[in-house]
């Protein structure tokens, strides 16, 4: 069992930065892949980037160049440093976890934590 907690939302205009946090507890965690996902009113929820257990990463193009995704298994901690966000970033940020591997299909992970609301002002 792993328990995810999401941090570090809030309101920033756009071309700001915002740096979210993901702290696991209750496993391994150095044996798990996290995501960050997201998901706007009615819209799907979607992939933002991910860390395998390994530490390569993945990113959807719509932030690649903008967002980096890390991790501090010391900490049992993954961040999402956001820069040059754009009113269409806004949304609640969930991160998730799975044993090792990155994928960016929602159903396919196994623990999801509440989520942080993340609003990008123009």
């Known amino acids: 069992q792993v328990q995810l907690v999401e941090s570090g939302g809030g309101l920033v205009q756009a071309g700001g930065s915002l740096r979210l946090s993901c702290a696991a507890s209750?496993?391994?965690?150095?044996?798990?892949?996290v995501a960050w996902f997201r998901q706007a009113p009615g819209k799907e929820r979607e992939f933002v980037a991910g860390t395998s257990w390994s530490g390569s990463t993945y990113y959807a193009d719509s932030v690649k160049g903008r967002f980096t995704i890390s991790r501090d298994n010391a900490k049992n901690t993954v961040y999402l440093q956001m820069n040059s966000l754009r009113p269409e970033d806004t949304s609640v940020y969930h991160c998730?976890?799975?044993?090792?591997?990155?994928?960016?299909?929602?159903?396919?992970?196994?623990?999801w934590g509440q989520g942080t609301q993340v609003t990008v002002s123009s």
């Open positions: 998730a976890a799975r044993l090792r591997v990155i994928v960016t299909t929602t159903t396919l992970y196994d623990y």
């Open positions: 209750g496993s391994t965690f150095s044996n798990y892949a």
